[in-house]
Every structure is written in structure tokens, then in C-alpha cells.
């Protein structure tokens, strides 16, 4: 699979739809080198996309914008305890321990890709920050899970990357943003990092938050992108 350096901050070129990267990724502002989550059939691994289930394996454009948006502005993880839904290969939760972050807990809902998360945390462990990281599985719609995690790890933000994309999960993944969110005194916080690749799929999972009682605080478009990548803080 190909290897891919994002040099400065720069955004991996990419078509719409299409994973950043299927090598390893480096993004050289953070220090980071992750690799696609492999995916286990029988007793053997494999990358993900000889399976099935290829999305969270994969290193998606908007998990790069989101670690270069933690990157370039600190200040939107820095000292908040942090947690990430849909990791997938943990980029956007180990970029926000690099970027200072006082604990991160990446979630996914398959195993595999949990494992991968994992092997990218220790990839790190010669860092100081990737103490601070850990994982745990979530699946979207177990809300009971997701507020035991927000009061277990006193979590104050909770991040994700590309995770509104599929209209299928989206009612689930909002309830579990709401149950995560609001077990905890002040809220905690929701910054989402959303590929547009379809308008209408897209407005759909904004309504869906819309259900769940959330209210966009904010929202620009991240800068450095091949594709339309909107940042949400609600």
C-alpha cells in the first residue's frame, strides 16, 4: 500500500470519497506515523480492505484535517480530557494527546480496528504524551457504555472524524454523542471533523444531531483541504 508524508500541514491529495492513505501515513507537524488498522479473518490479519468492513481500517481525509486543526490551534484539546468516537486508527485522538491533551480514550465498535488503534499507541510509546492514551470499545447506540466512559474518564471533549457518513448509524451515533455528552456537569464539548461528500447525507446526520437536543455552536470550513471538510463544535 502507498506511503504518505504530509509535509508543513499539508493535506494528502486524495479524490473525494477516497481514503487518505492506505500505507502508513506521517504527518511530520505532530510527529505521528500511523498505520491502516489490520482486520483479523480467521486465524490470520489482513488489511482491512481484503475484508468486508474497510472503513475504520482506513486513514480518512477528514482524521488528517482534524489532527492539523489540533495542531495549528492547541488551544481546542489542550488540558481537556478527551474522548474519541470511531477512532479508527487513532489519528485524531493521538494527535490530540501530542497536541496536549491530559488523557485521550479512542472507542471504536470493532474489535480489529481497536487492536490497530492500539499498535499505533505504542508505535508512540518513546513519546511522553502516548501514556496518556488509551482504548476502549463503544458501539454506537449503547448509551449506557458511552456514559460510564464519559464518567470514568471525566471526559470533557469528545471528538470524531469522518463518523456521520453512513445514514444508517447516524441516529445511533448521535444518541451516543448526547448520552456521552451530557453525563457530565458542565456538558462536555462535541468537535466533529465531517467530509461533505454528499449534501443531502450530510444535512441528514445535522438533523439527526438536531434530534439529540445538540446546537451547532460553530462550524468553518478547515483550512489546508483538497475537500470540503467542515469542522462542527456543538
Not at 9 to 21: D, I
Not at 47 to 65: F, K
Not at 124 to 146: F, I, M, N, Q, V
Request: glycine share 8%; aromatic share 4%; charged share 20%.
Amino acid at each position: 500500500a502507498e506511503c504518505v508524508t504530509c509535509h508543513e500541514g499539508a493535506m494528502p491529495a486524495a479524490k473525494v470519497g477516497e481514503p487518505a492513505c492506505r500505507g502508513k501515513l506521517t504527518l511530520e507537524v505532530l510527529g505521528l506515523e500511523l498505520l491502516p488498522c489490520p482486520a483479523v479473518v480467521g486465524d490470520q490479519e489482513q488489511l482491512c480492505e481484503t475484508v468486508d468492513d474497510t472503513t475504520g481500517g482506513d486513514i480518512w481525509g477528514a482524521s488528517v484535517a482534524l489532527a492539523l486543526a489540533f495542531a495549528s490551534n492547541p488551544g481546542l484539546v489542550q488540558d481537556k480530557a478527551v474522548l474519541e468516537v470511531g477512532c479508527g486508527a487513532g489519528l485524531a485522538g493521538l494527535a490530540a494527546a501530542a497536541a496536549g491533551a491530559t488523557s485521550v480514550t479512542l472507542t471504536d465498535g470493532v474489535q480489529s480496528t481497536i487492536v490497530g488503534a492500539q499498535r499505533n499507541i505504542a508505535a508512540h510509546s518513546h513519546l511522553e504524551w502516548a501514556d496518556r492514551c488509551k482504548t476502549a470499545p463503544l458501539t454506537w447506540g449503547d448509551e449506557a457504555a458511552a456514559i460510564n466512559l464519559t464518567h470514568e474518564n471525566n471526559v470533557e471533549l469528545i471528538i470524531g472524524a469522518d463518523v456521520g457518513c453512513y445514514p444508517d448509524s447516524q441516529a445511533a451515533l448521535a444518541a451516543t454523542l448526547r448520552a456521552a455528552a451530557t453525563a457530565t456537569t458542565p456538558h462536555a464539548t462535541v468537535v466533529l471533523a465531517e467530509e461533505i461528500r454528499w449534501k443531502d447525507v450530510h444535512q441528514w446526520f445535522r438533523d439527526e444531531l438536531a434530534k439529540a437536543g445538540f446546537v451547532l455552536v460553530s462550524e468553518h470550513k478547515l483550512s489546508d483541504t483538497n475537500r470540503d471538510t467542515v469542522l462542527l463544535r456543538l
